[in-house]
């Protein structure tokens, strides 16, 4: 069973910065197809960032030129730095992949979620 560990979330200011990590176990995560979601109160789940085996990339477009997605496949890791945070990007980030690993559909693996909180 796939398992997805969050870390680094937390309390920031507007326009302040976090990193949040992604430990990956039971998958061939460098042939995944991983990604970063959200959920804020009273919001459905979105995919924020998604990259691919081959390091393709996408971004919704709310965080585009502010986020960051990146991995390490030697580490099993996912990471996504964010950058120029805004009260609106409060939620709960869940690292997400897909059971079969290609991405396509919606994702159906996820972690437990980090809470990620902006504001001053």
């Known amino acids: 069973q796939v398992q997805l560990v969050e870390s680094g979330g937390g309390l920031v200011q507007p326009g302040g910065s976090l990193t949040l990590s992604c430990t990956a176990s039971?998958?061939?995560?460098?042939?995944?197809?991983m990604g970063w979601s959200r959920q804020a109160p009273g919001k459905e789940r979105e995919l924020v960032a998604r990259?691919?085996?081959?390091?393709?990339?996408k971004y919704a477009d709310s965080v585009k030129g502010r986020f960051t997605i990146s991995r390490d496949n030697a580490k099993n890791t996912l990471y996504l730095q964010m950058n120029s945070l805004k009260p609106e990007d409060t939620a709960v980030y869940y690292c997400?992949?897909?059971?079969?690993?290609?991405?396509?559909?919606?994702?159906?693996?996820w972690g437990q979620g980090t809470q990620v909180t902006v504001s001053s």
């Open positions: 997400t992949t897909w059971a079969d690993g290609l991405g396509y559909g919606p994702p159906n693996c």
């Open positions: 039971e998958i061939m995560f460098s042939m995944h197809v």
């Open positions: 990259i691919t085996s081959g390091g393709r990339i």
